[in-house]
Every structure is written in structure tokens, then in C-alpha cells.
Nanobody, 121 residues
Framework: QVHLVESGGDFVQPGGSLRLSCVASGSFANVNAMAWYRQPPGKERELVAS???????NYADSVKDRFTISRDNDKNTLYLEMTSLKFEDTAVYYCSAGVSLSGRYYPTDSWGQGTQVTVST
């Protein structure tokens, strides 16, 4: 199983930027992709962006052209660069390890503890 630890959440004003990090450790035997999810207050958890081991990315329409998912293999770290932040980006952001099949991301049971992003004036 993959152990995930997120960091980087903070308070930020609309239009601002943040970079989230997720350090991964453990066994990656059954994993070929990683992703970021978020859960806004009172809402369901939603997929934000995914990245396969071959470098393919997918983004939710709401974050396209504003967020960028990337990884540093030497540091076993997944990143989410967020720019032009909006009020509706406020959420707890979670890192996920999973499987990408036919362009669709399927999470495993490996989740981080989450990091809070609050966009506010």
C-alpha cells in the first residue's frame, strides 16, 4: 500500500497561487497513476487532476488552464500548482494513488490526510 502525506494548504486571496505537495512512500506495485481530489465544504469529493506514470494528464473542466499536476520521481513527490484561485476552489485537497485505465482514473484505498485550501478576502 502507498502512504501519502500532503502539505502546502493555506489561506490565499482570490487570484492568488499555491503549490500543494504529496510525498509518497510504500509499495507502488499496483499503481500506475496518481491524482489530486478535493472536497469542498458540504459537498462530495471530486477528482481535480490525474497523472499517469507515462506522463498523461487529465483535469477537471473547472481547473483546466489554472492548475498543473506534476511529479518529481527523485523525491517521490506529487505536486499541484494552482493559479488564479477562486472562492470555489476552497476545499480539503487529497492526494491519491490509483490506476488509470482507458483514460479514466480509479483510486485505490491509499489516501493522504488532506490539506486545507481556503480562498478568501
Amino acid at each position: 500500500q502507498v502512504h501519502l502525506v500532503e502539505s502546502g494548504g493555506d489561506f490565499v486571496q482570490p487570484g492568488g497561487s499555491l503549490r500543494l505537495s504529496c510525498v509518497a512512500s510504500g509499495s507502488f506495485a499496483n499503481v500506475n497513476a496518481m491524482a489530486w481530489y478535493r472536497q469542498p465544504p458540504g459537498k462530495e469529493r471530486e477528482l481535480v487532476a490525474s497523472l499517469t506514470t507515462s506522463g498523461n494528464t487529465n483535469y477537471a473542466d473547472s481547473v483546466k488552464d489554472r492548475f498543473t499536476i506534476s511529479r518529481d520521481n527523485d523525491k517521490n513527490t506529487l505536486y499541484l500548482e494552482m493559479t488564479s484561485l477562486k472562492f470555489e476552489d476552497t476545499a480539503v485537497y487529497y492526494c491519491s494513488a490509483g490506476v488509470s485505465l482507458s483514460g479514466r482514473y480509479y483510486p485505490t484505498d491509499s489516501w493522504g490526510q488532506g490539506t486545507q485550501v481556503t480562498v478568501s478576502t
